[in-house]
C-alpha cells in the first residue's frame, strides 16, 4: 500500500513548505517538496530533505525515561565514549510506562503546588514546531488552568516586531512572489540562502530581468556572497544607516510627497531628526563610506520598485528595537508600498489572524489564581532559577526547546538546570543537551505523526498539515501529552476534552476578513490556500508597473498598505508614535550605539563584537545531533576572525582560539577567511556537548534585554580572544 501525504513543514522557518510524504506499509520512504505549493514550489531546504534521517534516527526518544544517574552533560559522566546517543542515554534513564511517568509528573506537580504555589512551576517552549496546535493550545490550556508562571516568550522576533508595530500597526509585508517584480532588492540583515531559501527564486528571477540585490550584513553570509553590492555594517548601528539613507532621501527630494502627506504622520519631526544624521557622520558608526550612503539612498529611493527583506538579524542587538523601526520607515518615506514589487517583509504572520485566544485560553488563569500569573522572561531563564523568589522556580518544563543550547547566559542555565531540588520535564523527540538535566523525559512525535494547522511568517497561504503515519514508539503529539496530563491532573474542564480537528476549526473561526470562507473541510481538499484580501489593489498597480503581467502571484496581489490602511493608533504610519514617547522612547528614532560594542561603554577589555550566529544548515540547535545534516555544516565550531584581529593577536588560520569575556569562555578554531570586517568575529550555534569544553557559544551571550520587547541580545556581544595554550 503506498499513498502520498500532503504535508507542512512547521519548523521556526519563514517558508512553511509544502511537503509530500510517501507512506508504503505504514513506513515514511521518502519526502519531497510539494510541487503545487504556489511560494514554496516542490523544493526543499536541504535538513528537511533529509527528513528521514530525522524520524528514523536511532537517537528518537521513543518512550517515557526517568533519570537514574546524576543530572548534567553525558560527557562528565560514565559511559561508553563513542556509543550512540540512545545507547548512552539507557545509561542515564531507564524506560518506563507513560502511566508511570505521568503519575510521578502529577505527584511532584501537586507536592510543589501545596509548598510554593501553582508559580512555582514553569513552562519553557518556543519554536520546536510552529503548528497552531502543536505550538501553543492544549499546553497553554494546562499551564493557565493550573496557575503556573507565564513564559515570556522573546527569544527570537519580540524586538523587531515591536519595531515594525510602531511604524505600521501590524505585522504584514510584501509577498514573497512579488520580489520577481521588483527591481531593487535590499536583504537587510537577511541570510535568505541560509534562512529562508524559498524567497531566492524570485529574487532569482527579479535579476534575471535586471534587479539589483544589495546585502547589508556584518557577516558576509551566502546571500552577501551572490550580491550584486555587498555592504559590511557595523553590528548594532543599522538605525543610523536608516537614518543617512532618510537624512539623503529628504535632502534630495528622493521621497513621496503625496504618500507621506496621505498616510504618515510626524513627517516633520523625522525630518528634523534625520538632518543630524549626515552620510560622514553615519559613515563613522556603520563602517560604510559616505559616497555608498548617498549611492543606496539614491539607488533605492529611484530604482523601482524598490522592496526590503529585514529578517530578524539587526533586532538582536541592544537597541534592535530602533534599528527595526527606522528601516520600516524607509518605504513609508518613498511611497513604495503603492508598488507591486515594493515595501518590506519582515514577517507576514499577523496577516493569519488565528484564533489563538480559543486555542490557548488564558481565562483559565483567573479560574486557577482569580488573576494573571506571574511572567517570566524566557531569555533569562538563568537568573530565574537560580535567584527567583516568591515563589522559586521548582518545576520546569520543557517542550518546543532546547534551553540547554539556545538561551543566553548559558553557564547560568546549567547551573540553575544542575539544582537538585529543581524537577525537570523534558517532552522530546531526541535525547538533546536539555535533557541530560531531566528527572523525566517523555517522546515527542515529529509532523509526520501528528496533524496539524500551520501558517507561515514568509507568505501567506495556510495548511493542513496531515498526519502520514502512526507514531513511532510511544510518541505523543504536545495536544496529546498535555491532554493525558490535564486528565492525570483531574483537570475537568470540557476543553482538555477537545478533538483536534476541533480545534482547528476553533483556531480558524475568527474574526479576521482574511480566513472567511477558509475552513477545515476547505484545506483538506485543497493543500494551499490563499488569505483573502478582499479589495485589492494589486491588480490595477500591476498593469502600471509591469510589463508581462504576472504568472506567480495568484489572484490580486496583495498591497496591504497602498492606501494607508496602517494599524497604528492614527491610522498612520507613525514616524513619531505617542505610543513609544508614553513607553519612555524616543517618539521618533535615534540611534545610540550598544553598550557591548566598540563604540559603546561597556566594551572595555573586551574589544572584539561577536555574532553567535544561526548555522546554515541546521535550525536553531536542531538538527545538530543529525550526522547527514551535521556533515553540511563544517564551519561548525569555527571562529572567524579579520587578519587584522587575528594577526594583532599572533592567531592563524587553524589555530585553537580562547573566546571569553566574564560569563564565560570557549575554545574554537580560527578561521582567518575574509567573511568578518575588523573588530568583529562570529561563530555559529551548536549542541553544548558537541564543544570540546561542554559549553556552547551562549557561554558568551548575555541576559540583557533589548530597547523594545524584552527580546533577546544575541548579536550584542563583547569578547576577548587569545591563542588557547592546553
Ligand atoms: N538554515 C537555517 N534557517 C533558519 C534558522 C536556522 O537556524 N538555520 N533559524 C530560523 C529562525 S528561528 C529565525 S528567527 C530565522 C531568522 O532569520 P534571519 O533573521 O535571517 O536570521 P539571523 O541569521 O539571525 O540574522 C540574519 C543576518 O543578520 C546578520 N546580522 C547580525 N547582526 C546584524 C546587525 O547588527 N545588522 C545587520 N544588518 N545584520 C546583522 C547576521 O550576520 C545574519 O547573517 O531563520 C529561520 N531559518
Ligand atoms: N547563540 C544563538 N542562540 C540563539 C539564536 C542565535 O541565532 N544564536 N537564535 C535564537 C532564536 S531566533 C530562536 S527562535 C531560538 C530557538 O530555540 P528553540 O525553539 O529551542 O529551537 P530549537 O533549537 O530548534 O529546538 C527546538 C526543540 O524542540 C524539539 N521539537 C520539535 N518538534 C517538537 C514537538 O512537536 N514537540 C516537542 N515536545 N518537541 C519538539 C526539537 O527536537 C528541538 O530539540 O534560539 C535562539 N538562540
Ligand atoms: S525548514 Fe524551512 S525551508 Fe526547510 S523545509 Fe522547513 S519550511 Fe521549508
Ligand atoms: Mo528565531
Given at each position: 500500500m503506498k499513498r502520498v501525504v500532503h504535508a507542512a513543514c512547521p519548523h521556526d522557518c519563514p517558508d512553511a513548505c509544502g511537503v509530500l510524504i510517501t507512506i508504503e506499509d505504514g513506513r515514511a520512504t521518502r519526502i519531497q517538496g510539494d510541487p503545487q505549493h504556489p511560494v514554496t514550489r516542490g523544493f526543499l531546504c536541504a535538513k528537511v530533505a533529509k527528513y528521514l534521517d530525522r524520524v528514523y534516527s536511532p537517537e528518537r526518544v521513543l518512550y517515557p525515561m526517568r533519570r537514574v544517574a546524576p543530572k548534567g552533560p553525558w560527557n562528565a559522566q560514565s559511559c561508553a565514549p563513542h556509543a550512540g546517543e540512545g545507547a548512552r542515554a539507557t545509561q542515564v534513564f531507564e524506560r518506563i510506562s507513560w502511566d508511570e511517568a505521568l503519575d510521578e509528573i502529577t505527584r511532584r506537580f501537586r507536592s510543589i503546588i501545596a509548598e510554593y504555589g501553582p508559580e512555582a512551576i514553569l513552562p519553557y517552549s518556543y519554536g520546536g514546531t510552529l503548528g497552531a496546535l502543536n505550538g501553543g493550545s492544549m499546553d497553554r490550556r494546562f499551564f493557565h488552568r493550573m496557575g503556573a508562571s507565564q513564559l515570556e516568550r522573546t527569544i527570537c522576533s519580540s524586538a523587531g516586531e515591536e519595531g515594525l508595530k510602531s511604524v505600521l500597526g501590524i505585522k504584514l509585508g510584501t509577498e514573497p512572489e512579488q520580489f520577481a517584480h521588483s527591481r531593487y532588492i535590499i536583504a537587510w540583515g537577511a541570510n535568505i540562502h541560509g534562512n529562508n531559501v524559498h524567497l531566492w527564486p524570485f529574487i532569482a528571477e527579479a535579476r534575471r530581468k535586471g534587479a539589483k540585490l544589495v546585502v547589508i550584513d556584518p557577516y558576509r553570509t551566502r546571500t552577501a556572497k551572490c550580491a550584486d553590492w555587498y555592504l559590511p555594517i557595523n553590528p548594532g548601528t543599522d538605525a543610523a544607516l536608516a537614518l543617512g539613507l532618510m537624512h539623503m532621501i529628504i535632502d534630495e527630494n528622493l521621497f513621496d510627497a503625496d504618500y507621506v502627506t496621505r498616510y504618515t504622520v510626524g513627517f516633520e519631526e523625522l525630518k528634523a531628526r534625520a538632518e543630524q544624521y549626515s552620510p560622514e557622520k553615519v559613515a563613522h558608526w556603520t563602517g560604510i563610506s559616505a559616497d555608498d550612503i548617498r549611492k543606496l539612498a539614491r539607488e533605492y529611493a529611484t530604482v523601482r520598485p524598490s522592496v526590503i527583506r529585514v529578517n530578524y538579524g539587526i533586532q538582536r542587538s541592544e537597541r534592535g528595537g530602533m534599528s527595526m523601526r527606522a528601516v520600516t520607515m524607509l518605504p513609508c518615506l518613498i511611497g513604495s508600498w503603492k508598488e507591486v514589487g515594493g515595501g518590506l517583509q519582515l514577517s507576514v504572520s499577523e496577516a493569519f489572524g488565528l484564533n489563538s485566544a480559543a486555542l490557548k485560553m488564558p481565562e483559565l488563569m483567573l479560574k486557577a489564581l482569580g488573576r494573571p500569573a506571574r511572567i517570566v522572561n524566557m531569555v533569562q531563564l538563568g537568573s530565574a532559577l537560580n535567584t527567583l523568589t516568591g515563589p522559586p522556580i521548582q518545576a520546569l518544563f520543557v517542550y518546543n526547546s532546547n534551553p540547554a543550547a539556545v538561551c543566553p547566559n548559558h553557564n547560568e542555565v546549567v547551573r540553575g538546570l544542575m539544582r537538585p531540588d529543581l524537577f525537570t520535564v523534558v517532552h522530546e523527540q531526541f535525547f538533546t543537551d536539555t535533557t541530560d538535566y531531566a528527572d523525566i523525559v517523555l517522546p515527542a512525535t515529529t509532523f509526520f505523526e501528528h496533524k496539524d494547522l500551520q501558517a507561515a511568517y514568509g507568505h501567506y497561504y495556510l495548511q493542513?498539515?496531515?498526519?502520514?503515519m502512526d507514531p513511532l514508539g510511544e510518541c505523543r503529539s504536545n495536544v496529546e501529552t498535555f491532554r493525558a496530563l490535564a486528565e492525570r491532573m483531574g483537570l475537568e474542564d470540557e476543553c482538555f476534552r477537545e478533538s483536534v480537528d476541533a480545534m482547528i476549526d476553533q483556531a480558524l473561526d475568527s474574526p479576521n476578513p482574511r480566513l472567511k470562507g477558509i475552513t477545515r473541510e476547505r484545506l483538506e481538499g485543497d493543500p494551499h490556500v490563499r488569505l483573502n484580501f478582499g479589495q485589492s489593489l494589486g491588480r490595477a498597480a500591476l498593469d502600471e508597473t509591469t510589463e508581462g503581467g504576472c504568472s506567480q502571484v495568484a489572484g490580486d496581489p496583495f498591497l496591504p498598505f497602498a492606501e494607508g490602511n496602517f494599524a497604528t493608533p492614527s491610522g498612520k504610519a507613525e514616524f513619531y508614535s505617542e505610543t513609544l514617547k508614553r513607553q519612555g522612547l524616543d517618539p521618533v528614532v535615534a540611534f545610540a550605539p550598544p553598550g557591548e560594542s566598540r563604540h559603546g561603554s561597556k566594551a572595555a577589555g573586551f574589544p572584539l563584537e561577536l555574532l553567535a550566529r544561526k548555522p546554515d544548515n541546521h535550525l536553531n540547535s536542531s538538527f545538530a545531533n543529525l550526522p547527514t545534516v551535521r556533515e553540511m555544516e563544517p564551519g561548525i565550531g569555527n571562529l572567524e576572525m579579520h587578519p587584522d584581529d587575528a594577526a594583532a593577536r599572533g592567531v592563524r588560520d587553524g589555530d585553537r582560539v580562547r573566546a571569553f569575556n566574564p560569563r564565560g569562555e570557549i575554545v574554537l578554531q580560527a578561521r582567518v577567511d575574509g567573511t568578518v570586517p575588523p573588530g568583529v568575529v562570529a561563530a555559529r550555534l551548536d549542541w553544548a556537548r558537541f564543544s570540546p569544553g561542554g559549553g556552547n557559544i551562549n557561554v558568551l551571550t548575555s541576559e540583557k534585554l533589548t530597547d523594545m520587547g524584552n527580546a533577546a541580545t544575541f548579536y550584542s556581544v563583547s569578547v576577548e580572544v587569545e591563542l588557547f595554550r592546553a
Open positions: 493542513v498539515s496531515n498526519q502520514a
